[in-house]
């Protein structure tokens, strides 16, 4: 990218080129495939966890129109990603059931869900044909990500950056540990998954951490127990949204039961 003259400002900006080319990517497959939804929102995740790192270094004016728009772009995305995790969900609660009425509970609903999903999908083509407008927000987000002033970027900013998602992914754990609340729970959840990617960039760009002290593997088993709550409480909300709704007792019991008493959770020391 021009005017990325540092050795780590020619790697980020490198890195950041690459990202919006998967996002891109991942815009053009979405309609024809859920997966292509999915690789979408992580690769904006990427991206905006990598312009975190970066923004005191290279600027809020600059960086900030970028991030918004991504973040834009994400929320767009978000019904359609969050309806087919709640199918999956329930898919997955089908083959574990725990017995016969509990399967028939489930032979009876998932169908319900996969309509809510299927008529969400047919809502996001008929607004955005092909997806094209999506993939053009992307394209123009890379412009403006080339046009950044990366020379200015060096080691030492990316740890700054680093060490200040520690301290935010720290406080929100001691906040939502505290209430107990699902949005609570649910903020962690995005701190901590925002320390795991920069963790994860760092590495891939070959830049030491120097005694930042983050065991990225703990990160990724709290990611996944706060992933797990939200699955749930996602499922539940949706059970609740049916239409007709289903009366409480037609939930499948072990579902019911994991919703009321989920598994621990193991927060970072």
Same mark, same amino acid.
């Given at each position: 990218?021009?005017g990325?003259s540092?050795r780590? %400002?020619?790697r980020?900006? &490198?890195? !950041?080129?690459? /990202?919006i =080319?998967?996002?891109a990517? !991942? ?5 024809a495939t859920?997966?292509?939804?999915? /690789?979408a ?6 991206l905006?966890s990598?312009?975190?790192?970066v923004?005191?270094?290279? *600027?809020?004016?600059d960086? +900030?129109?970028?991030?918004a728009?991504l973040?834009?772009l994400a929320k767009g995305?978000?019904a359609?990603?969050? *309806?087919q995790?709640v199918?999956?969900?329930?898919h997955d609660c089908a083959?574990?059931?725990?017995g &016969?009425?509990?399967?028939?509970s489930? *032979?009876?609903?998932t169908?319900?869900? !996969?309509? +809510?999903?299927e008529?969400r999908v ?5 607004d955005?044909?092909g997806? @094209?407008?999506?993939?053009? =927000? ?5 412009e403006?990500?080339r046009?950044?002033?990366? #020379? ?7 740890r700054h *950056?680093?060490a200040?998602?520690?301290?935010r992914q720290?406080? &929100? =754990?001691?906040?939502?540990l505290d209430?107990g609340?699902?949005?609570d729970? #649910?903020?962690?959840?995005r ?5 795991? @990617? +920069?963790?994860n ?7 030491s ?11 990724? %088993?709290?990611v996944? +127990?706060?992933?797990a709550? =939200? ?5 539940q ?7 007709p709704?289903?009366?409480v007792h ?8 994991r ?11």
């Open positions: 990218m021009p990325a540092s780590t %400002g020619k980020v900006a &490198a890195l !950041a080129a690459d /990202e =080319q998967v996002l990517e !991942a815009l053009a497959a979405a309609p859920a997966a292509g939804v999915h /690789e929102r992580k690769s904006i995740r990427r905006r990598l312009l975190s790192l923004r005191p270094a290279l *600027g809020k004016s960086v +900030q129109p970028v991030d728009a973040k834009s995305l978000s359609l990603r969050d *309806g995790v199918l999956d969900t329930a083959r574990h059931a725990a &016969a009425d509990e399967a028939a489930w *032979g009876a609903l169908p319900l869900l !996969a309509h +809510q999903q008529h047919a809502e996001a083509l008929a955005d044909p997806f @094209m407008r999506r993939q053009a =927000q992307a394209h123009r987000q890379a403006r990500l046009a950044l002033p990366w #020379h200015r970027l060096h080691a030492d900013d990316l *950056g680093l200040r998602s520690v301290r720290q406080r &929100a =754990q001691e906040f939502a209430s609340d699902l949005d729970l #649910h903020d962690l959840r701190k901590s998954r925002r320390l795991r @990617m +920069q963790l960039a760092l590495k891939r760009l070959r830049v951490t120097h005694g930042v002290a983050v065991a990225s593997r703990d990160i990724a %088993g709290l996944d +127990q706060l992933g709550l =939200q699955d749930l409480a996602l499922l909300r949706s059970l609740t949204a049916l239409e709704a289903p009366p037609a939930w499948p019991v072990a579902t019911r039961r919703m009321a008493r989920p598994s621990p959770i193991h927060p970072l020391a």
